[in-house]
């Protein structure tokens, strides 16, 4: 079983494989959004599994992202698994 992760798109690339920049609870990521092509800068999507898989109001995304939080199911922030340190 999979567990969708709500996350707000910050960037977006149009083409023939659209991707996304998206915050992951502070963590900083890739996603492809081919699935969701109605989605722009500023939504919330459910990602699975690297792909945006649907568009979430924000009151159900924030909802969401606190139970994964309360029950800790997102691993914790730290300097090596930020997402600052990526090499391009």
Known sequence: MCLGIPAKITHLELGLMPTATID????????????????????????????????????????????????HLLPATTPDNDGSNHQH
């Open 24 to 71: 992951v609870a502070g963590q900083i990521r890739q996603c492809c959004t081919a699935y969701v092509p109605e989605a722009q800068v500023g939504d919330y999507v459910l990602i699975q599994n690297g792909f945006a898989m649907s568009v979430l109001s924000e009151e159900d995304a924030l909802a969401s992202l606190e139970a994964i939080q309360e029950h």
